[in-house]
């Protein structure tokens, strides 16, 4: 299992925006997990990702913001590199769509696929926005959804119903910038004729059978109904199409290509970077034009169709030898408290925020136990300091904690001598030796999720072995003491099994307990196998024992729980809206009938408030301003259209509007005039 050449992508993150738990969960964290491993495995590795610059999302949240699309990509692509950096993710480059190599790849590839026959040029209506003066491509538009109705979907998709479309069967569709209505005119473009390339994908696809069924059985499924693709935007913000001599009459110098033709070439124009900078320009082929290198690419489901069928279809129709994906691994959504990760919804963890409270490998140990592999999961808080308290700390940390303590105390620190195994000892390491296989298995499959639930049952056993042998007692005992030593010996094995198993997705942790037992240089200094081949070395001396994890508490839950709601973003502010969008808000005047205190909270309070048809409960974060006796009775001011959302196993229908104001605590808006029930305006 070991020299091989393993090529691993994770998808480029649009630079409009921070990275969330759902990207984290989904993607980077599954890829530098499957990297780490194959490079402990021996295994040459390149591990690629960047940003995707280009995409329409970053210029649409440019002009939000009142910056150029320019800026706005730097901006997030400093921050998103520095959060990568902070969960640890392992890139071998983390690139940008606008490297010096880009432009350039991507109209060769244009180029050579209109030369082999599929290309063509298309006129079609498209939305054209008279108050602006310009086409807008589907990003920039929103209307309500063909299918299902909703009013408020994307020009490309429903996010409601997910439902996929061209802008222009969007009914009512307006500008997303403006709000203004949108009227069709004509306008030509590229197209791709993925139509063309159908037997060619059928034929690679019927090589796949490995791959998660539904991941193979929907791509099989879009591939029945292909159809030709539109590749170029009117728009100024991305890679310029080039002249192309097939079409000579076709000037489309102002228009750009569309974001998913150019961007998964930007795995290979980042590999080409990564060459550069190591000095040998051609180094990238090593791995984009062996056939023997497997390639890895790690995704969102939302992004199937083009790393499933559109890029392999460029590749194939490119004609090169340009490697194509060996596994496709595609992950389903990541949810927050049952709620889709939305800043706009206030259904959002700051990332770098959390990252400051807590330890992050406290949160890789988190988002690999709850990875969306096969459907989509959900993080919870309550269960991240269930799983932290239970496994890092209570099952994992305090084995390793327990058998450190013995060790210095009897053995003053060095690794003692073992003096025959028994069965109990044989049967106990067998065990976690079939379990320390079973986790390889995992690895190399990208289980996650299984591969959380070995590590914790091989510390079960070490934990149960540790009890049964009962080295407290056997410490007491003069007549026990090479019955001791080798108890000792048999725990710092177990220590030396967990850092192995943990080492692919707790790095930091591994090294530690590595360190602990006496272990010389970084524990990736060998392979897997060759360290699990190995045993501890009697006679080395063991550095102080050093805290693994650090217990959370309800009092952290509880404020996590209470600030779930309001999150702000930390780079813009906020976008402006229209008189529309304002309109869309049901502020009316409330009256609290009731205010209950949340058990287990110092900062909940549960509400009813009546809003003049229907009573309504809402839960606040004010019970340390306000006791719930000196609320009854008093007008506020209440946002009843708020998506309702569960925190702390309480269902909140809405938000009364208040102030923080900093040490003097939070003071609410009230009315003594208006009526209960009248909408503010």
């Known amino acids: 299992m070991t020299g091989r050449k393993i090529l691993v992508t994770a998808a480029l993150p649009y630079a409009n925006g921070t990275l969330h738990f759902g990207h984290v969960a989904g993607v980077y964290l599954p890829a530098d997990v499957f990297s780490r491993f194959c490079r402990f495995c021996g295994d040459s590795v390149l591990f690629i990702s960047g940003s995707d610059e280009y995409g329409l999302a970053v210029s649409i949240a440019a002009e939000l913001a009142g910056k150029n699309a320019k800026e706005q990509s730097q901006i ?24 010096p190599y880009h432009a350039d790849l991507v109209s060769s590839f244009f180029l050579s696929l209109s030369a082999n026959g599929f290309i063509e040029p298309q006129t079609d209506d498209h939305l054209y926005s008279p108050e602006e003066g310009r086409f807008l491509a589907d990003r920039y538009v929103m209307g309500r959804c063909p299918f299902c109705g909703f009013q408020e979907a994307r020009g490309d998709e429903c996010t409601k119903c997910g439902a996929s479309y061209e802008a222009t069967a969007l009914l009512n569709p307006v500008s997303k910038i403006t709000g203004k209505k949108l009227e069709k005119r004509a306008s030509a473009h590229f197209f791709l004729r993925l139509d063309l390339l159908q037997d060619a994908l059928r034929k690679w696809l019927s090589g796949k059978e490995h791959w998660k069924p539904s991941v193979l059985n929907s791509l099989l499924s879009i591939l029945e109904d292909l159809h030709p693709r539109a590749i170029t935007r009117d728009t100024d913000w991305g890679v310029s199409v080039p002249l192309c ?6 000037d489309f110098s102002k228009k750009v290509f569309y974001v998913w033709f150019d961007a998964p070439l930007g795995y290979i124009s980042a590999s080409m970077e990564w060459a550069a900078e190591r000095g040998d320009p051609n180094l990238w082929k090593d791995f984009w034009e062996d056939p023997n290198v497997r390639l890895v690419q790690f995704i969102g489901k939302d992004n199937l169709i083009f790393h499933g069928l559109m890029f392999p279809g460029m590749l194939l129709g490119e004609g090169g030898n340009f490697k194509l994906v060996d596994d496709l691994q595609v992950n389903q959504f990541y949810t927050i408290e049952g709620q889709k990760i939305s800043k706009t919804d206030g259904v959002h963890i700051d990332l770098e925020s959390v990252l400051n409270r807590y330890d992050v490998e406290q949160f890789r140990y988190m988002l690999a136990a709850t990875a969306p592999e096969l459907s989509d999961s959900d993080f919870r808080w309550h269960d991240f300091q269930n799983k932290c308290n239970t496994d890092l700390v209570g099952k994992f940390g305090n084995f390793v904690n327990r058998t450190l303590t013995v060790l210095h105390r009897c053995c003053g620190g060095v690794v003692p001598e073992c003096n ?6 044989d049967l106990a390491l067998g065990k976690a ?9 995992c690895y190399e499959t990208c289980r996650l999720r299984r591969a959380t639930q070995v590590l914790m049952e091989c510390a079960h056993v070490a934990n149960a072995y540790f009890d049964t042998t009962q080295s407290w007692k056997l410490l007491e005992d003069a007549q026990q003491i090479n019955r001791l030593n080798t108890v000792l010996f048999c725990c710092l094995e177990f220590i030396r099994l967990l850092s192995i198993a943990s080492y692919p997705i707790l790095p930091e942790a591994a090294e530690k307990m590595w360190s602990m037992i006496g272990g010389s240089g970084s524990l990736g200094d060998k392979t897997w196998k060759e360290r699990a081949e190995e045993s501890v070395l009697p006679g080395s001396k063991c550095p102080p024992t050093q805290i693994l994890f650090k217990k959370i508490s309800d009092e952290q839950i509880e404020a996590e729980m209470s600030q779930l709601i309001s999150t702000t973003d930390p780079v813009s502010k906020k976008e402006m809206v229209s008189m529309e969008d304002f309109d869309r808000l049901d502020l009316r005047v409330g009256k609290i009938l009731e205010a209950t205190p949340v058990q287990r909270s110092a900062k909940l309070l549960v509400l009813r408030i009546d809003i003049g048809n229907e009573i309504l409960q809402i839960l606040s974060g004010i019970a340390k301003s306000h006791s719930p006796d000196s609320l009854v009775g008093k007008k506020v001011v209440v946002l009843t259209n708020l998506k309702p959302i569960r925190l702390m196993g309480v269902e909140s229908q809405g938000m009364i509007l208040a102030v923080d104001i900093g040490e003097n605590g939070v003071e609410l808006l009230q009315l003594q005039q208006a009526s209960v029930g009248f909408k503010i305006k």
């Open 420 to 425: 025959g195994f028994t069965e109990e000892d």
């Open 245 to 250: 001599p097939e079409f000579p009459e076709c």
């Open 433 to 441: 030796k079939v379990l320390l296989e079973e986790i390889c298995e």
């Open 76 to 99: 997030y692509h400093t921050l998103n590199k520095r959060l990568l950096d902070r969960l640890l993710i392992s890139t071998d480059h983390f690139s940008r769509t606008t490297n």
